[in-house]
C-alpha cells in the first residue's frame, strides 16, 4: 500500500470517529453538509481524497475542537499537495481518482485546460475513455475498476451544462488524430466534441498543425480559477499554488490560445479529421 492510500485511510478513520462521537449516521452528517451521502462514505473509507474545506465544514459540523480541525486541516493540505507517483495513486483505484477530481472540479467556475496527448476527459466518450482506462491499467497495473472510473468520468461531464461556469479547451490538431482507439472509437468521439463546441459556456480551440507554435506542447495542464494548477506527468502529479506559477501557465494557455482556432474555423477543422478516418475505415475495409 502506498503511503499516499495509508494517509487517506487515516484521515478517514479520524473522520469517522468524530462522526460517530457527534451520534450522527452518515446520512445524517451528509444533510447537514448538504453533500450526497456516498461522499460521506467515500471520504471515511479513503476512496476519495478529502480537501480542507471538507476536513472544515465536517468538523464545525461534529462540533470538533478547534485544535482537531486544525490538525485535520494539516493533513488534508498534506494530501492534496502531495506528489506522489501516478503508480501509486492508480493503485488507489481508478474511480477514487476519478472522484477526486469530480471534487475539485465542483469548487470550480472557470477551466483553462491544455492537453497536447489526449482528448480532454470532461470532453471524452465513453468508449474513447474505456480505450484510455485500459491503457493506464496496463502501464500503472490500477485495480481493475474500468466501468467504474467511466461511470464516475461520465457523471463529471454533467457540469459542462452548469451555465454559471465557462471552460476554455485547448487541443493541437495531433490530438484529433492520435488513434487511441479503434477508428469507429474515434469518429464517434469527434462527433462529441462538434456537439460540446456550440455550448454556450464552452470555448474550444484546435491548434492546427501549420501554425507557428509559441513553445513546444511538452505537459498538458489544467488550471482551476485563478488558485491551482494541475501539471499530469507521467510519474507525477504536480499541484502548484504559487501565484507565479500560475501566471506562468496562464501566460502559456494565452500564448497557445493564439495560435489555435476556434468556432466555425475549429468545427471544419474536425470534420476534416472525419473525412481522413473515413477514409482510412474505406481503405482497411477494400
Partial sequence: MSSFQQARIDLGAQLRQLREAAHLSGKELAE?????????????????????????????????????????????IALVERQDSWRQRHRSGLAALQEDIRDLEARTTLFRVFEPGIIVGLLQTAEYARNIFIKVKRLYSAPDEIDAAIRVRMQRQEILYDQSRRFRFLLPEAVLRYRLAPLPVMRGQLDRLLAVSTLPNVEFGVVPFEAPLPSAPMNGFWIYDDSLVGVPTRTKDLLLRDPDDIAFYARTFEEFGEAAVFQDEARALIVRVLDDFSRQAEQSSD
Fill in 32 to 76: 447537514r453538509l448538504g453533500w450526497q451521502a456516498s461522499k460521506v462514505s467515500r471520504l471515511e473509507n479513503a476512496r476519495q481524497t478529502a480537501t480542507e474545506d471538507d476536513v472544515v465544514v465536517w468538523g464545525q459540523a461534529v462540533k470538533a475542537a478547534p485544535s482537531t480541525i486544525d490538525e485535520l486541516i494539516r493533513q488534508a
